[in-house]
């Protein structure tokens, strides 16, 4: 008989959580300019049970703390957000300013500038999380319940009726876009990881992401992060934009993950092929499916690529974000490899039959889905 020792495992949990914090603290300060970084110094990392407070900065002890609920229970994002607001009261306070600013003054603010880190991701302020679950603004509700509407229709076994839903729902994510590009009032940007950070990618993770930088109205980008099921740092996707497209994207990203892992176990189910020909199915898949997106843009009454441009590089709402969370980026090309252009045939036919529809009724390991 096996004794498991409940202790043991969350206290496991607990020291993977902490090399984790100093892993992203160490990422954190790679970032920065080295007029900073070479004056930073590492702290202690600690988990307690603090009540409702997400963290604290302890200049007396050096110490970073996180609420042990928060870290346990909350996706790393959220948890990398807090560690970078503390991360700036250790800078206001211990490098070049020499200031204690409890009160997230005007020097904080720059230290939080220094580090992109969120000034507000303390005190009350709600995890992203909480955020994207407790958005209600009304009119937004009233696009996703249409959108949500929509894709029941396309769960339709008539093919043309389910195809005509999908395209529907685009267009009406378009046009709300349009509007939201025309509106001059605070928009509210959320940034949240696909996935899980991954030691190693194949070609479909980035043909996917591409999918939703494209046709979803998110921001894309690749990122190192804590995986604490490796205990290294990997790499993963995280997606920016308004909630609601965040919302939408996600639901996108899970449901083309799961279509393509289903369709491929059928496909594969007495062929025995090799996880690198689940890569060319997957990728035909993607293909297929972009070329699906695109036929119906040409269709679409809005103009969708014209549209799609102008909100994409003449939002400055948008670009002053991206501008603040990601100052230095750089672009990587990878190498084509050999592939099977028969399986890839294969992925590219089924992708071209692939229709987003309110298809999934359970939660994926994102959380975040908008239709359940």
């Not at 939408?248 to 083309?256: K, L, S």
């Not at 843009?297 to 948008?318: A, G, V």
Request: aromatic share 10%; hydrophobic share 35%.
């Amino acid at each position: 008989m096996v004794i498991i020792n409940k202790r043991n495992i969350h206290e496991t949990l607990e020291h993977r959580i902490l090399h984790g914090l100093m892993c992203e603290w160490k990422k954190a300060i790679d970032l920065i300019d080295q007029k900073y970084s070479n004056l930073m110094r590492m702290p202690i990392f600690s988990l307690k049970d603090i009540g409702k407070k997400l963290g604290y900065w302890s200049s007396s002890k050096r110490e970073i703390c996180l609420n042990r609920d928060f870290v346990v229970n909350y996706p790393w994002e959220d948890v990398i957000e807090v560690l970078l607001h503390e991360m700036a009261h250790q800078m206001t306070e211990e490098v070049c300013f020499k200031i204690n600013e409890s009160d997230h003054g005007e020097t904080f603010r720059y230290a939080c500038k220094i580090l992109h880190a969120n000034p507000k991701a303390s005190g009350d302020y709600k995890p992203i999380h909480d955020r994207i679950k407790d958005d209600d603004l009304s009119y937004n509700d009233k696009i996703l319940i249409r959108v949500k509407k929509l894709m029941a229709l396309a769960e339709s076994q008539n093919i043309h009726e389910a195809e005509a839903a999908m395209a529907k729902s685009h267009e009406l994510i378009l046009k709300h876009n349009l509007e939201l590009f025309e509106t001059t009032s605070e928009k509210n940007f959320v940034n949240v990881f696909l996935g899980k950070p991954e030691l190693r990618r194949f070609r479909e993770d980035y043909s996917l992401a591409n999918i939703l930088q494209d046709f979803y109205f998110v921001y894309c980008i690749w990122v190192n992060a804590y995986s604490i099921e490796k205990c290294k740092m990997g790499k993963i996707l995280e997606i920016n934009g308004t909630i609601q497209n965040v919302k939408i994207a996600n639901y996108v990203y899970d449901f083309v993950r799961r279509y393509i892992d289903s369709k491929w176990e059928k496909y594969n189910l007495k062929k025995r092929f090799n996880r690198y020909r689940k890569t060319d199915f997957a990728v035909g898949i993607i293909k297929g499916f972009n070329e699906k997106l695109l036929s119906q843009q040409d269709k679409c009454q809005l103009n969708p690529k014209t549209s799609l441009e102008l909100i994409k590089t003449h939002d400055p709402m948008f670009t002053s974000y991206i501008n603040y969370r990601y100052p230095r980026t750089k672009t990587i090309n990878h190498k084509s490899i050999n592939c099977d252009e028969k399986v890839m045939a294969a992925g590219i036919k089924e992708g071209k039959n692939l229709v987003i529809s309110k298809g999934i009724t359970d939660k994926g390991k994102t959380q975040t889905f908008m239709i359940e």
